[in-house]
Structure formats: structure tokens, C-alpha cells
């Protein structure tokens, strides 16, 4: 991990982040809380407000699948959820969200923190966030990846398994992580 020994944020709702090509990955408990707030199945609220992915990881020497669900965002790559600058679903928002700037894949990556620092309005005020405070947070994301993998594991890889679910569309991703080329297709 990287350590950026302490910095201020506070997030002040600029909203950009929720309006870039990256995705919101959700977790099994991401799904079940927001079904549950919105007062929806499962399978609607998977059907309204999520992709289905299939990425492909190309590793050297080898490739890993893997079935993932992400937040769906609009055709201007806002998130599906996103009212003016404003989160519709702030309270119950992804984990991936509410741990921003916290997040695994920012803090193990000095050029993905420097992209997410250069469209965040929040740095440089606030809260001070010292090791103890984003190594935690990282963690609970950590742990949460972790517990998703387990559990996708248990049903053979499936989310269709996982859920019960016959997804209307599957996007298809392949991402070569030596020279980060993404090529993607619906069907
Ligand atoms: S869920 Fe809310 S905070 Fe997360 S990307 Fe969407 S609008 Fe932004
Ligand atoms: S980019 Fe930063 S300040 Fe803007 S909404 Fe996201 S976390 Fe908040």
C-alpha cells in the first residue's frame, strides 16, 4: 500500500466523480441495501440500475474472468444516480462511494490518485485523514472485495447463479493489464 501520510478532504459535492468513465462496482451487500431502501426485488432493482460485466483480466502468463456488477451510468457517463451535482441515493450509497477517496485502487496506485485528485474539489480542507483513519477504510473495502470473491466462488463464478438472475444484456470486457487496452462489446 501507499502511504500518503495525511491529507484534508471533505467531499463538497462537486459531483465530478460521479461523472467519470470508471465504474461503481457493487458488492453483494450494495445490493441488498438498495433494493431494500428502494423497496424494489433484487432482480428489478439489478434489471433499472445495473450492468451485468463480464471483464476478462489478461495477466502475464495468465487470465483471470471475472463477473462483476456496476452501477449503470447514462449515455454522458453520469451515474445512473446522479441529480444535478447531488447523489439520489446519498445515505445508502456503494461502499465504493462512501469510501472515496479511501478506496484500495487509489491508494495502491500514485497515478490513480493523482487522476482522482485532479477532478476532486475536496482536497485541501476538512477532516485530516491520518494512516490510521484511510488504511481502515481501505481495509473495509479490501474486505468487502474479498468476501465478493468468496462468495462468487461458492456459485461457481455466477451472479447469475448468486442472485438468480437472466440479465437482458451482459457487457463483455477485456482489459490486457500490460498495456491497459480496453476493448468492450454488448451482447
Ligand atoms: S451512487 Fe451517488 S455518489 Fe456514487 S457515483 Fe452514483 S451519484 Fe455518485
Ligand atoms: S469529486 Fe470529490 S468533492 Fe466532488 S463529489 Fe466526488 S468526492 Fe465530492
Known sequence: MRIVKTFRHRCVKCGNCCKTNGRVYLMVEDVLTLSENMKMSVILFLDQYCEYRVERYILP????VQEKLALRKLSDNKCIFLMGNLCRI???KPLQCKAAPCLPQFL???EAWLRFAAICKGFGSGEEYKPNRY????DEVRNQQANYVNLLAKH???????FGYNPRTVVECVVDMQDMQWNSSRT
Not at 502468463?61 to 483471470?64: E, F, R
Not at 488504511?135 to 481501505?138: D, G, K, P, T
Request: charged content about 30%; aromatic content about 0%.
Open 90 to 92: 446519498h445515505s445508502v
Open 156 to 162: 461457481n463464478g455466477s451472479l447469475k447463479q448468486l
Open 135 to 138: 488504511i481502515r477504510l481501505s
Open 61 to 64: 502468463n495468465k487470465g483471470i
Open 108 to 110: 495502491d496506485d500514485e
